[in-house]
């Protein structure tokens, strides 16, 4: 992103993330008398770009690698060919979930 034809422009954390950070300091510097700030996000309301500290944030996320262990010794030991079968096809997936939680970017 450029402005004025200057150096190009690049926040150091996500878009949203800088404009609301900066409308916090305007509205704070500007505690004491009334103005107008309007400030609409323009994004999806995915993360398709999450920092590994959102990705920790989540729920369970620590316990990803506990899992992926016990999918693997179910899909050896289980009593149940079913089970053995589920943590065999499940597996494929945690595990790719965990490497793209791992590749995540630490943050700023």
């Keep these: 992103m450029r402005y004025d034809a200057s150096k190009q422009f690049a926040p150091d954390i996500y878009m949203t993330d800088y404009?609301?950070?900066?409308?916090?300091?305007?509205?704070?510097a500007n505690k004491n008398r009334p103005f107008f700030?309007?400030?609409?996000f323009n994004a999806p309301h995915t993360p398709l770009q999450a920092l590994k500290s959102d990705y920790d944030a989540l729920a369970g996320i620590k316990d990803h690698r506990h899992d992926i262990d016990e999918f693997e010794q179910a899909s050896k030991n289980a009593k149940s060919d079913d089970?053995?079968?589920?943590?065999?096809?499940?597996?494929?997936?945690?595990k790719k979930?965990?490497?793209?939680a791992e590749k995540l970017p630490a943050k700023g």
């Design 37 to 40: 700030m309007y400030l609409a």
């Design 19 to 28: 404009l609301g950070r900066e409308a916090s300091k305007a509205i704070e």
């Design 83 to 94: 089970v053995k079968n589920f943590a065999q096809s499940t597996l494929p997936t945690l």
């Design 97 to 100: 979930h965990l490497d793209a």
